[in-house]
DNA sequence: ATTAGCACTCGAAGTGTTAGACTGCTAATG
DNA sequence: CATTAGCAGTCTAACACTTCGAGTGCTAAT
């Protein structure tokens, strides 16, 4: 990726952010109207031909103004964009909203995905943080009927997750208390690798309840299911999506866990972008994503993210997943943290 | 609507049939090498000329075949459709499914959709059953961190629902479990209205757990949360949604939660089928929908349905829909009954 | 009541033409 | 030597026009 001139990188700035405003191919005049720059078209059509040789630009037809490339836009974000950061007013309205929700992941992740397709015209998707090593903080058996039982765990962070078990013979609240109260002593405080491990004495019910919470509690290690979207009818309306197919693919990715857990493992702190499907997803050459990790490294992460056309805002898209990531790391520490 | 003949009744139905399945405005030559009736095509000119007089088929132009008017499309759905029940074969596949899955109205919700979604070629959506007077059966509170308690309330029915809290002073987890068991003695077993009446001489922390208690308990009684959503993809495929606009109507009143809550009321047991949106919703003129209400009336119920284009195959949607509504009020019994 | 037959209508698809939006290049310019 | 004026050349979008065939509606015959 040679070097251009300070003049060809200004050149290509103006035509990619007058593209994304417009969804037009830009014109030598019409770029000239808008930068306000002092040359002729002349010379801006001389330089606008070298970006192309260079591969930055192209050209729908002959007689049509220029485009960014995957390239040029790859350029644009990784040498052109300087500070992304969103502006304090907006910061502070992002913030003020998180502050007046509930204490609760979920309503964070809606909130945070809210925030994201709005703030970011884009699709925005997040997923639940996912404990690395969960440990059990408390189970609870309460009798719904006779015969019907259900576990309720509660893991690290005030992760809650429940089970209905059937009975062979019916048995009391009482019973159930006690059994609780035997299996909290054993287990409370284990994490899953120990409880795995761990062989006690055990009846048939108490087998039976201490594999269910095996499976709940490595379902929670590595699931895909929580996950938090919207914004899929904004970026919809994107001139791009016109295109029946292409529409089709945005919203079918962006619904299949598959795509989702394809997402990349970037450090958390950093954000990734990834231009025009990038190889890895076919189907979605004329998508962008923005994602980021939160959370904390080693402990407990999720993914969020923004998916538009590649021809996306990205400073503010950037800008948004930065601070939103560090918002949800923040939930993370204050909820989830030791 | 007055009464048609009963050729014109077996006409119709053969003209909406083949206009479901290809899309394309039926013809008087292509209806009789589809329908097999041996007639001239002039005589089946007549008839659909006929038919158009009295409003129930249409011509998107002169030289261009019928196709069905919305109310074509109710006559055929009140007054033709015989039974519409699936075949055994296919019932007892969708049997099994639910056999397998786990005792988990979650779990249900997913499966219900995805087998809505499959057998009518529709987008589904399903909500949660919503107990009308929710009595708590159990209340928890965890330690977390120092100054942060995990509420959990287990409801009717094993609906689970958290919420954390601040303290301003540092609790353990023994004086947490004293607190929760008090708690337990005054609230346990009382529905929503006995608790939000019942004055009991209670300190700080407790009102606080009183009143979210309270919160989340109305919530719970009417709230628009919990949907489960699955063939938005395979539905975008049709097409009438070539049209980028018809397309984005779809998907927005799908994800909307406004739309979700304007289903309307039938009682449980009863298909109820909209066709073209019925005047209720105007972006929606394309589409119709099959819906049905599950549960137990006065006590638990939840909304299912499939969305797709008034050209659907409504024989497959009502059957579908009823059956699956038929196991969902099963699971609501089973898992939810006194 | 049904049907054969024909005139008529309309859209889909192809062709031709024109206007204008841009570019690329060349030769002139400071 | 970078810049620019100017112009030829290219391509699209829009429109008008034509043709083809699918399909109807009607009428007169059976």
């Keep these: 990726m040679a070097d251009l001139t300070l003049r060809q990188q200004s050149i290509l700035g103006i035509v990619i952010r007058t593209y994304v405003a417009t969804a037009q191919p830009v014109s030598s005049k019409a770029f000239l109207e808008l930068s ?19 591969g930055y630009l192209t050209h729908p037809h002959t007689s049509a103004g220029r ?3 995957d390239k ?7 040498r052109l964009l300087g500070d992304v950061a969103l502006p ?4 502070k309205t992002i913030r003020h909203q998180f502050h007046q929700a509930r204490l609760e992941m979920g309503q964070w992740m809606q909130l945070a995905a809210t925030v994201l397709a709005r703030t970011s015209r884009g699709a925005s998707l997040i997923t639940a943080p996912q404990i690395e090593q969960p440990y059990l903080k408390h189970l609870e058996l309460i009798s719904t009927q006779p015969k019907l039982v259900l ?8 992760v809650v997750r429940q089970q209905m078990i059937v009975l062979r013979e019916p048995m009391d609240q009482t019973a159930l208390s006690q059994l609780a109260a035997f299996l909290n002593g054993q287990y409370a405080g284990l994490d899953l690798a120990t409880v795995r491990t761990k062989s006690v004495e055990l009846g048939d019910l108490e087998t039976e ?22 914004g899929l009818t904004g970026v919809l309306q994107e001139p791009e999506f016109v295109n029946q197919s292409d529409a089709r693919a945005l919203v079918s990715a962006f619904e299949s866990p598959a795509f989702l857990n394809s997402l990349v493992n970037t450090p958390v702190g950093t954000v ?11 189907e979605l050459s004329s998508c962008s994503m923005v994602l980021a990790r939160y959370g904390t490294e080693g402990f407990a992460t999720g993914t969020l993210g923004v998916l538009g056309p590649t021809r996306m805002p990205y400073d503010r898209a950037i800008g948004t997943v930065r601070y939103v990531a560090e918002l949800m790391s923040g939930m993370v520490s204050d909820l989830y943290g030791e």
């Design 209 to 230: 309840v201490v594999r269910i919470l095996v499976q709940l509690m490595s379902a929670e290690a590595r699931q895909s299911a929580d996950v938090v979207r919207d």
């Design 151 to 158: 576990l309720v765990l509660v893991l690290q962070g005030g």
């Design 72 to 78: 040029g836009y790859r350029y644009f974000v990784e």
């Design 272 to 282: 990734q972008v990834v231009i025009g499907g990038e190889g890895r997803w076919r």
């Design 88 to 91: 304090l007013d907006e910061r």
């Design 67 to 69: 485009m960014p490339t």
């Design 36 to 54: 306000g720059l002092d040359f002729s078209s002349a010379t801006i059509r001389n330089e606008m031909a070298a970006l192309e040789d260079l």
